[in-house]
Every structure is written in C-alpha cells, then in structure tokens.
C-alpha cells in the first residue's frame, strides 16, 4: 500500500515551494515522516477492517495511534510548512 514514488516527488516539491527552500533535506525529510504516517494509519485501518472489525471501534483506535504517532514527531515536523490563515 505504498504511494507511488512520483507522490513522494510531489509532496516535496510542494513543501519546497511553500516553504521557499531551494535545496537540504528538510522538505524531503518531511515527506517522508508524512508519507509514513500516511502509510500506517491506512495500513491500520485497512488491516481491520478486514478482520471484520466495527468501524467506530477502528476509528476510535486509529484516532489513539494518530496521537501516539503525533507524540513520536519533533515540533519542528509538526511545524513545517504550516500555513497561516488565508
């Protein structure tokens, strides 16, 4: 269930234009702690539903792996490139 790789290249090239940043790693870097979240929470849910679970019960556990995941990210990830109000 991994998105394919030209996904990855675009998520970087629009964290690099919000965030002005014409070369590092820092936009690379958080497209690929995005793209893992991304990756483990459908994994999660797909792995789940499948078992014939409830889906209140999924969401409810899939909402306590968010914060869990949300915990285990730096500031500077939850951070990066947030925009301000438009």
């Known amino acids: 269930m991994e998105p394919p790789a030209g996904d990855h290249d675009s998520l970087e090239t629009a964290l690099r234009e ?43 556990e899939v909402l306590v792996l968010a914060e869990d995941i949300e915990d285990l990210l730096s500031e500077k990830v939850l951070n990066y490139a947030v925009r301000g109000v438009q």
Do not use: C, D, N
């Not at 002005?20 to 797909?46: E, M, N, S, Y």
């Open 18 to 60: 919000e965030t002005g940043a014409a070369g590092g790693p820092p936009p690379g870097l958080a497209t690929g702690q995005i793209r893992w979240t991304h990756q483990t929470v459908f994994l999660g849910i797909g792995r789940e539903m499948l078992a014939g679970r409830k889906p209140a019960e999924v969401s409810r």
